[in-house]
């Protein structure tokens, strides 16, 4: 009997306490912010899209090696050695032409492991995170700057060059082999000659 | 009064009856479900401490209308496997059977649907048809869920018509009226003379009176909630658990009906309330009215107290809905029938024996 | 002549709003009571384990984030702890204090949506909020420090990714000052609630005996009474440094290994939680957290197995090395796999409303249990 009266007493107070809360919470402020009009200020090592400068950047591959998914897409080419290339902000000399530099930010998990390896600090996280497409292709960004032209250009010199050093040592080789051959067909005289130089 | 007036203007007394009853439909309980709509999700919102509906209109206030113009543009998806007929009666009869209890609530001294004397009778018998809507929306919709929603409704809603009628007939006892207009014309003057605080008479009657009415009060106001399925006895639409219950299958305007019916069910039943125990539409404080000696300002302010009390105890049922967890449906029943009921017999008693001494 | 009668089968799908991810539980009803819940998972298989077999070792760490998204810290503590048994690397005090303290800052934040969304299933809408709300502000924290707020790659093999940030220890003193009275008024709107009593003392209680014989770890194994935490037992990284106790369940307002017990020990272990921290704000070392992260990572051939203390339970990594950059095998046992197979035994007798009270106090995560 006197369970029943209790149990209806400790319903009425503890719902009555619980009102008390809600009705206190009436006169709290709002803790949202009216998104599109407002935006929240974001920290400084805020994880957004990426950015390459490539003017920093030698195409070591680093970054392209240490993402987990495989979002970036790196291709270089080596340059003639008559060309220069400039050099990065800090102080390294660039020797490779990069011709391909695609990030897909639709595969892209946005975990910096690619920042952290990056010997001149030219790939990093920006503020940008609002940036939707209506089509998944436009998402893959491309942030190699020589045109195509270019790119092809650069590739054929490389052939070029290729070939060219192919050739060159391919005359070598037979320059060498020749010289076996000739090698082996007179032995003995210039030995007797140095043996005699030495003894006086 | 307004019967009489409509009477003599058109000289044809089903047309002043069609009339009078069709007027609070249009003209107040449609806008009223509106606005009740935006209430609830701005008070729930500052609850909760962030802001509700903020850009359509200014804070809000046309999100109500923006969301019947979308409703009303959906597709009416039917179910191929339901039972046509029972799947497109059961909002009809839910929205008849809240709509149908305004018309014997007194808006104002002057103003009241119909003058009909089993007034709260006839608004019990009326929400009955709610019960009936419900298990054919349950039923036609041939889905496991819905069914089970339905069922759990019937129960509850049932069940929870006792302790009302209990409590009816208490006031019954001590005033010997059961129309609501007559009810609110008794307790004019002060808030001194409201049924919560022990009724018109004076004497050793009032002040034994005070608790007993207090607990009926809280008796009633219960079971109301209850019958109108709001939390926390919202088993039949339990979002968590059977993912809305007997109006799963229904889209576009046949689930508003259902949404403005809901609403306008807990207008009816806390203006029942406020009429029974807090005075209706008569203030706490006298007329500003007879003060300044303008007898057309009274039933102004009379609607306004009207509209102002159902308001309140309509704030209190979204108070309590988003503070307490939901019943369970076997301690629902459990609660209703070991708990409410016994009490208010007991009330019924007790205030038998203290009219009769 | 007798009543034919059958057990009905209702699909608890994997789209349902408070299964708590992509989870089917098939329900074998006889009228309203159940006879016996069979979950069926695998909707979220993404093959972590085999996935970890093509990367190198410290490409796996966001991979490990990503399996109980809710409490992502723990996930890479685990792990870096197991490679760096392997390789045998001993990281400097500063790294180790920074990791308990982010561990604990975790265990808050995931009890939080687990008392929440407990609150939402049952029909308290309000506590949700009010969990979110204070979830923001350990979600603010973690943001200044490594800029993620639900996935953060900031435990490494040997150290840590960034040092705390200036403003980090000013903020989350602030942050418990304003916690300990938002703990109260939870309690007061939802734990107390005589409702919410009614709705989870009694339902599921699991005996300490049967916790213990199916592998269950974590709240769920403390709240049937047996005091077992792997932070005491088994110490890992500096907790032995640290003054907390362990909460039990008592069955206060029920019996001892229901719901409620469940729900309650979560509440105490958010308390004892800030202590932690707040013993090892006071404690922390200067130090440079990058000075043991190796250049490359190539543990020696060899088997480990590390666990930690997940919120959830006992969170193991079993990872076999064959000599290389890439890992030959990572096993992760999963806390949440082992505590959905208790579901049965818990459920039986029980009506449909008490399944979403039983599933929601085991507090599991889909995607640590697929993988």
């Given at each position: 009997?006197?369970?029943?009266?209790?149990?209806?007493?400790?319903?009425?107070?503890?719902?009555?306490i619980?009102?008390?809360?809600?009705?206190?919470?009436?006169?709290?402020?709002?803790?949202?912010?009216?998104?599109?009009?407002?935006?929240?200020?974001?920290?400084?090592?805020?994880?957004?899209?990426?950015?390459v400068?490539?003017?920093?950047?030698?195409?070591?591959?680093?970054?392209?090696?240490?993402?987990?998914?495989?979002?970036?897409?790196?291709?270089?080419?080596?340059?003639?050695?008559?060309?220069?290339?400039?050099?990065?902000?800090?102080?390294?000399?660039?020797?490779?032409?990069?011709?391909?530099?695609?990030?897909?930010?639709?595969?892209?998990?946005?975990?910096e492991?690619?920042?952290?390896?990056?010997?001149?600090?030219?790939?990093?996280?920006?503020?940008?995170?609002?940036?939707?497409?209506?089509?998944?292709?436009?998402?893959?960004?491309?942030?190699?700057?020589?045109?195509?032209?270019?790119?092809?250009?650069?590739?054929?010199?490389?052939?070029?060059?290729?070939?060219?050093?192919?050739?060159?040592?391919?005359?070598?080789?037979?320059?060498?082999?020749?010289?076996?051959?000739?090698?082996?067909?007179?032995?003995?005289?210039?030995?007797q000659?140095?043996?005699?130089?030495?003894?006086? | 009064?307004?019967?009489?007036?409509?009477?003599?203007?058109?000289?044809?007394?089903?047309?002043?009856?069609?009339?009078?009853?069709?007027?609070?439909?249009?003209?107040?309980?449609?806008?009223?479900?509106?606005?009740?709509?935006?209430?609830?999700?701005?008070?729930?919102?500052?609850?909760?401490?962030?802001?509700?509906?903020?850009?359509?209109?200014?804070?809000?206030?046309?999100?109500?209308?923006?969301?019947?113009?979308?409703l009303?543009?959906?597709?009416?998806?039917?179910?191929?496997?339901?039972?046509?007929n029972?799947?497109?009666?059961a909002?009809?009869?839910?929205?008849?059977?809240?709509?149908?209890?305004?018309a014997?609530?007194?808006?104002?001294?002057?103003?009241?649907?119909?003058?009909?004397?089993?007034?709260?009778?006839?608004?019990?018998?009326?929400?009955?048809?709610v019960?009936?809507?419900?298990?054919?929306?349950?039923?036609?919709?041939?889905?496991?869920?819905?069914?089970?929603?339905?069922?759990?409704?019937?129960?509850?809603?049932?069940?929870?018509?006792?302790?009302?009628?209990?409590?009816?007939?208490?006031?019954?006892?001590?005033?010997?009226?059961?129309?609501?207009?007559?009810?609110?014309?008794?307790?004019t003057?002060y808030?001194?003379?409201?049924?919560?605080?022990?009724?018109?008479?004076?004497?050793?009657?009032?002040?034994?009176?005070?608790?007993?009415?207090?607990?009926?009060?809280?008796?009633?106001?219960?079971?109301?909630?209850?019958?109108?399925?709001?939390?926390?006895?919202?088993?039949?639409?339990?979002?968590?658990?059977?993912?809305?219950?007997?109006?799963?299958?229904?889209?576009g305007?046949?689930?508003?009906?259902?949404?403005?019916?809901?609403?306008?069910?807990?207008?009816?039943?806390?203006a029942?309330?406020?009429?029974?125990?807090?005075?209706?539409?008569?203030?706490?404080?006298?007329?500003l009215?007879?003060?300044?000696?303008?007898?057309?300002?009274?039933?102004?302010?009379?609607?306004?107290?009207?509209?102002?009390?159902?308001?309140?105890?309509?704030?209190?049922?979204?108070?309590?809905?988003?503070?307490?967890?939901?019943?369970?449906?076997?301690?629902?029943?459990?609660?209703?029938?070991?708990?409410?009921?016994?009490?208010?017999?007991?009330?019924?008693?007790?205030?038998?024996?203290?009219t009769?001494? | 002549?007798?009543?034919?009668t059958e057990?009905?089968?209702?699909?608890m799908?994997?789209?349902?709003?408070?299964?708590?991810?992509?989870?089917?539980?098939?329900?074998?009803?006889?009228?309203?009571?159940?006879?016996?819940?069979?979950?069926?998972?695998?909707?979220?298989?993404?093959?972590?384990?085999?996935?970890?077999?093509?990367?190198?070792?410290?490409?796996?760490?966001?991979?490990?984030?990503?399996?109980?998204?809710?409490?992502?810290?723990?996930?890479?503590?685990?792990?870096?702890?197991?490679?760096?048994?392997?390789?045998?690397?001993?990281?400097?005090?500063?790294?180790?204090?920074?990791?308990?303290?982010?561990?604990?800052?975790?265990?808050?934040?995931?009890?939080?949506?687990?008392?929440?969304?407990?609150?939402?299933?049952?029909?308290?809408?309000?506590?949700?909020?009010?969990?979110?709300?204070?979830?923001?502000?350990i979600?603010?924290?973690?943001?200044?420090?490594?800029?993620?707020?639900?996935?953060?790659?900031?435990?490494?093999?040997?150290?840590?990714?960034?040092?705390?940030?200036?403003?980090?220890?000013?903020?989350?003193?602030?942050?418990?000052?304003?916690?300990?009275?938002?703990?109260?008024?939870?309690?007061?709107?939802?734990?107390y609630?005589?409702i919410?009593?009614?709705?989870?003392?009694?339902?599921?209680?699991?005996?300490?005996?049967?916790?213990i014989?199916?592998?269950?770890?974590?709240?769920?194994?403390?709240?049937?009474g047996?005091?077992?935490?792997?932070?005491?037992?088994?110490?890992?990284?500096?907790?032995?440094?640290?003054?907390?106790?362990?909460?039990?369940?008592?069955?206060?307002?029920?019996?001892?290994?229901?719901?409620?017990?469940?729900?309650?020990?979560?509440v105490?272990?958010?308390?004892?939680?800030?202590?932690?921290?707040?013993?090892?704000?006071?404690q922390?070392?200067?130090?440079?957290?990058?000075?043991?992260?190796?250049?490359?990572?190539k543990?020696?051939?060899?088997?480990v197995?590390?666990?930690?203390?997940?919120?959830?339970?006992?969170?193991?990594?079993?990872?076999?090395?064959?000599?290389?950059?890439?890992?030959?095998?990572?096993?992760?046992?999963?806390?949440?796999?082992?505590?959905?197979?208790?579901?049965?035994e818990?459920?039986?007798g029980?009506?449909?409303?008490d399944?979403?009270?039983i599933?929601?106090?085991?507090?599991?995560?889909?995607?640590?249990?697929?993988?």
């Amino acid at each position: 009997m006197k369970d029943y009266f209790l149990k209806l007493w400790i319903g009425l107070t503890t719902i009555l306490i619980g009102m008390k809360v809600t009705f206190r919470h009436l006169f709290v402020p709002a803790v949202t912010i009216q998104y599109p009009s407002v935006k929240p200020e974001l920290p400084e090592r805020e994880r957004n899209r990426l950015y390459v400068n490539m003017d920093d950047c030698i195409g070591c591959d680093q970054c392209a090696r240490a993402c987990p998914v495989n979002c970036i897409e790196i291709e270089t080419v080596k340059s003639l050695p008559t060309e220069d290339l400039g050099k990065t902000t800090n102080g390294k000399k660039k020797v490779l032409w990069v011709t391909t530099f695609n990030i897909d930010f639709a595969k892209c998990c946005y975990c910096e492991l690619c920042v952290f390896p990056c010997p001149t600090e030219c790939i990093y996280m920006t503020d940008v995170y609002e940036f939707s497409e209506f089509e998944r292709e436009s998402l893959v960004l491309d942030f190699a700057t020589l045109t195509h032209p270019e790119r092809l250009e650069k590739k054929k010199n490389f052939e070029v060059l290729q070939t060219q050093k192919e050739k060159e040592k391919a005359a070598v080789a037979k320059k060498a082999a020749e010289e076996k051959t000739a090698a082996q067909v007179k032995p003995v005289e210039p030995k007797q000659d140095s043996k005699e130089e030495n003894k006086q | 009064m307004m019967y009489d007036w409509l009477y003599q203007f058109t000289g044809s007394s089903i047309l002043a009856m069609f009339i009078v009853s069709l007027l609070p439909l249009f003209v107040f309980i449609l806008p009223f479900a509106l606005f009740a709509v935006l209430m609830e999700r701005k008070v729930s919102a500052h609850m909760q401490d962030r802001l509700g509906p903020m850009r359509v209109g200014y804070h809000g206030i046309l999100q109500t209308v923006a969301d019947i113009i979308k409703l009303l543009q959906k597709e009416d998806i039917v179910a191929a496997a339901t039972d046509k007929n029972l799947f497109n009666l059961a909002p009809v009869l839910v929205f008849i059977g809240s709509y149908a209890a305004f018309a014997a609530i007194p808006f104002s001294g002057v103003f009241i649907g119909s003058q009909i004397e089993l007034g709260l009778i006839y608004i019990v018998a009326v929400t009955g048809l709610v019960v009936a809507g419900i298990l054919m929306a349950g039923w036609a919709s041939n889905n496991k869920y819905s069914l089970l929603g339905a069922m759990r409704a019937a129960a509850q809603i049932i069940s929870y018509e006792i302790p009302t009628l209990l409590i009816i007939l208490t006031i019954i006892m001590i005033t010997g009226t059961v129309s609501l207009y007559t009810l609110s014309e008794m307790q004019t003057a002060y808030f001194w003379n409201w049924l919560i605080l022990g009724g018109p008479e004076t004497g050793i009657q009032k002040i034994l009176f005070i608790p007993l009415m207090m607990a009926g009060f809280l008796i009633i106001y219960i079971s109301t909630l209850a019958e109108v399925n709001r939390t926390p006895f919202d088993i039949p639409e339990a979002e968590s658990e059977l993912v809305s219950g007997y109006h799963t299958e229904y889209s576009g305007m046949k689930f508003a009906m259902f949404f403005l019916a809901e609403y306008a069910n807990m207008f009816a039943v806390s203006a029942i309330v406020s009429a029974i125990f807090f005075g209706g539409y008569q203030s706490p404080f006298g007329y500003l009215g007879s003060a300044l000696n303008l007898p057309w300002l009274i039933p102004i302010e009379q609607f306004s107290w009207f509209t102002a009390k159902g308001l309140f105890f309509i704030f209190v049922q979204m108070w309590l809905r988003w503070t307490l967890p939901r019943f369970r449906v076997d301690q629902l029943m459990e609660f209703c029938w070991k708990y409410l009921i016994p009490m208010a017999f007991v009330i019924l008693l007790l205030v038998g024996l203290i009219t009769v001494l | 002549m007798a009543l034919k009668t059958e057990e009905m089968v209702l699909n608890m799908g994997p789209q349902h709003p408070s299964t708590h991810g992509v989870l089917r539980l098939e329900l074998q009803l006889d009228g309203e009571i159940i006879s016996d819940v069979i979950p069926h998972i695998g909707y979220l298989h993404r093959c972590f384990e085999k996935h970890c077999e093509a990367m190198t070792y410290p490409q796996v760490i966001p991979y490990t984030d990503r399996m109980d998204y809710l409490a992502s810290m723990y996930n890479e503590f685990g792990y870096a702890i197991a490679v760096e048994k392997l390789m045998n690397i001993q990281v400097p005090e500063r790294v180790e204090y920074i990791r308990v303290i982010m561990g604990e800052l975790q265990r808050i934040a995931s009890h939080l949506v687990a008392l929440g969304t407990y609150g939402a299933d049952l029909g308290a809408f309000t506590p949700f909020l009010f969990c979110f709300r204070d979830r923001e502000r350990i979600l603010h924290l973690f943001e200044i420090t490594c800029g993620a707020r639900l996935l953060y790659n900031y435990i490494w093999i040997g150290g840590l990714s960034h040092d705390l940030h200036p403003d980090f220890i000013r903020l989350t003193k602030e942050f418990i000052k304003e916690f300990r009275p938002n703990l109260k008024e939870l309690n007061e709107l939802l734990s107390y609630n005589k409702i919410f009593i009614d709705r989870t003392a009694h339902v599921g209680v699991l005996p300490a005996e049967a916790a213990i014989n199916y592998g269950i770890t974590g709240p769920n194994l403390r709240a049937s009474g047996v005091k077992w935490d792997l932070r005491r037992d088994d110490p890992y990284s500096v907790y032995h440094k640290f003054d907390f106790e362990i909460p039990v369940g008592s069955g206060e307002k029920g019996k001892t290994g229901d719901c409620w017990d469940r729900y309650f020990i979560r509440v105490l272990e958010m308390e004892q939680s800030l202590k932690i921290i707040e013993q090892a704000i006071d404690q922390i070392p200067d130090g440079d957290i990058s000075s043991a992260i190796p250049k490359r990572v190539k543990p020696p051939e060899g088997q480990v197995y590390a666990r930690v203390e997940n919120p959830r339970g006992e969170l193991g990594y079993f990872i076999i090395s064959d000599g290389s950059v890439n890992p030959y095998r990572i096993k992760v046992r999963a806390p949440s796999f082992v505590n959905l197979a208790v579901m049965g035994e818990l459920c039986k007798g029980h009506m449909i409303a008490d399944v979403v009270a039983i599933l929601g106090s085991i507090d599991i995560v889909l995607g640590e249990i697929d993988r």
